[in-house]
């Protein structure tokens, strides 16, 4: 295995391969971003600053892209908390040139000289062509990791954060891993259960770099320690089982099928059946989306 690096050229002249953390809010995707800087990625310069109530160990992101990306989702007609579908219209407009120069150029601002970075924003599930032609703008290759937590913990975790509803949490959650497991299946990526991650993180991203093929920079060094002195179960503060969805019957459905299908892709990455399924889901949450049927 080699070293977790890219075989593409940055505008600097350095190879970079960025590390695109794919996850719903409250997924995981702090924790997991996380690790991966404290095991030889690079954060960005504008770090997200730390709440002590719902990420008192920081949220690994860097602000300015969360802005930019409020900014792209505002200038659609749209924000991070609506589930609909995203206009697929806009990629095409004058506005998205603008904003793929000016995310270009944060990018190498944010991770200035870094060979490992990691870009993290749930916001960028809906966004998943915009930033991958960004990618490809400053001469970037990617490994994507989507990191999958529970529905309903996720669901239970936007209600005490935001008092968001739980079949609307739902919607989002749907909204948010559909999309970025449907774009993503045609660049180098790995999916992580967010429990198992938890439970045995080394294990979890032992099995992460041989799909990719590679290895964390700082896996031999002092990397691991400062992960194990990082990351606590305590801090995963809801644990509840898929039998607790008690949601509008439609929303369930989708709900249990999608998460189920993702925990098979995690088992078995190619697994045909479960991108049927997910497939099948999409094409019924879109249709309920323009409808206005939920």
């Known amino acids: 295995m080699a070293v977790l690096s890219t075989k593409s050229v940055a505008h600097g002249g350095a190879s970079v391969t960025a590390l695109l953390v794919l996850g719903m809010h409250r997924s995981g995707t702090s924790a997991l971003a996380g690790t991966l800087i404290k095991l030889g990625g690079c954060a960005p310069a504008t770090l997200m600053l730390a709440h002590p109530k719902d990420n008192e160990r920081g949220y690994w992101e860097s602000q300015t892209v969360a802005n930019l990306n409020d900014e792209i989702l505002a200038s659609a007609g749209t924000s991070w908390d609506d589930w609909h579908a995203f206009d697929s219209g806009w990629y095409r407009g004058a506005a998205a040139a603008g904003f793929r120069a000016r995310a270009a150029d944060l990018l190498v601002r944010e991770f200035a000289n870094a060979a490992l970075p990691v870009v993290k924003d749930p916001r960028i599930c809906r966004l998943v062509p915009f930033w991958f032609s960004v990618l490809d703008e400053v001469g970037w290759s990617k490994h994507v990791i989507i990191p999958v937590r529970s529905p309903l913990q996720v669901a239970q975790s936007l209600f005490r954060r935001a008092g968001m509803s739980l079949d609307r ?12 497991e449907a774009k993503s299946r045609d660049c180098p990526r790995v999916i992580i259960g967010f429990e198992a991650f938890l439970r045995d993180w080394r294990r979890a ?23 194990d002195g990082f990351l606590s179960t305590r801090l995963q503060h809801h644990r509840s089982e898929n039998d607790d969805l ?24 190619g697994c045909a059946d479960a991108r049927r399924t997910l497939d099948d889901v999409h094409a019924h949450f879109d249709k309920a989306s323009l409808l206005g049927a939920l």
């Not at 008690?246 to 990455?269: G, S």
């Open 169 to 180: 949490a739902c919607l989002l959650w749907l909204c948010h891993v559909l999309e970025a």
């Open 246 to 269: 008690l949601l509008n019957p439609a929303i369930k459905d989708w709900t249990c099928a999608t998460y189920a299908a993702l925990l098979r892709l995690i088992e078995d990455p």
């Open 205 to 227: 991203l032992a099995s992460a770099a041989a799909q990719m093929r590679s290895f964390w920079p700082n896996w031999s060094e002092a990397g691991p320690s400062r992960v």
